[in-house]
């Protein structure tokens, strides 16, 4: 018997597509994608959004929803993200949820449940016992803008920055939403990720990542999808602000910071199988993942 849900979590890097690919066509499944960034349209190659020959056919939802002057909340995320994983299923589909958004993920997976009003001042949220990987996704996801300008390795920092956003999360959810979830985690030797995310950005920046940004800067959008990794930084080298090569180097820098808070978060806060990626050995990794998957 299949289970009724399946997620492939992992940081950015490790192959999360080229494996639930693999996956799903295994079991004849769908892939909703649970990468914020690739919610927006126009941003393709700086969030490493996959393409449609990569597909190889099989259906990806939650790609190209929005326009990159939209915003998308976790709580609307969950909404939109268990209705279709509802549909999915009630015509026999397994739904395989692939991302690196770990509060994203998380917030449909598990019973994070959320307030639609706004929380009375004398009734702020209990921040103490989350770590600062949470505190920091938390923050990420509620103001992008806030975030970009805060120092994200100092709890106190980013505690007052939330201080200053009301948050909409009303209770943190440890108990799996579907009971039947199983959720594979990829991981690999660090070093070995961080070469990979370094020649990734170079590849990016090969394949337009800059004409890319421009556009959106052209447009003078600066919204949440422009906070993302890849265009903040090359929006402050077309304000001046750095040189090409350093806004490079940042982009590498933030992804393989950004790389060891997802793992934190998976670590801490999912119960995931663990795969370690061998690159030299794809079809025994696959065999892996089928064999716990079934």
Request: with cysteine; glycine share 6%; aromatic share 10%.
């Amino acid at each position: 018997m299949m289970p009724n849900v399946i997620a492939i979590v992992g940081p950015t890097g490790v192959g999360k597509t080229k494996y639930s690919i693999a996956l799903a066509t295994h079991l004849n499944a769908e892939i909703i994608s649970c990468d914020s960034m690739q919610f927006y349209r126009g941003l393709d190659i700086g969030t490493a959004k996959i393409s449609k020959p990569e597909m190889q056919g099989i259906p990806h939802h939650l790609l190209d929803i929005l326009n990159p002057e939209e915003e998308f909340s976790v709580a609307e995320y969950q909404r939109v993200v268990r209705q279709k994983i509802e549909e999915l299923l009630a015509q026999d589909i397994t739904p395989i949820l692939v991302g690196g958004s770990g509060l994203y993920i998380s917030s449909v997976l598990y019973n994070y449940q959320f307030k639609d009003e706004k929380r009375n001042e004398e009734e702020p949220i209990d921040l103490t016992d989350k770590s600062l990987e949470e505190l920091v996704e938390m923050l990420e996801f509620k103001s992008p803008k806030l975030a970009n300008k805060t120092d994200l390795d100092n709890r106190r920092r980013v505690l007052r920055a939330l201080e200053k956003e009301e948050n909409d999360l009303d209770t943190q959810g440890n108990k799996l939403y579907y009971k039947g979830a199983k959720i594979i985690g990829f991981e690999m030797d660090r070093t070995l990720l961080y070469e990979r995310i370094n020649k990734r950005v170079d590849l990016m920046i090969e394949k337009g990542l800059l004409e890319e940004a421009k556009q959106l800067f052209d447009k003078h959008i600066h919204t949440q999808a422009t906070m993302a990794i890849g265009y903040k930084e090359l929006f402050e080298y077309f304000e001046g602000r750095n040189s090409l090569d350093e806004s490079i180097e940042l982009i590498k820098r933030n992804s393989r910071r950004y790389a060891k808070r997802q793992m934190t978060w998976f670590k801490n806060k999912m119960n995931c199988f663990w795969i370690n990626v061998d690159f030299d050995n794809y079809d025994a990794i696959i065999e892996e993942v089928i064999s716990y998957s079934i």
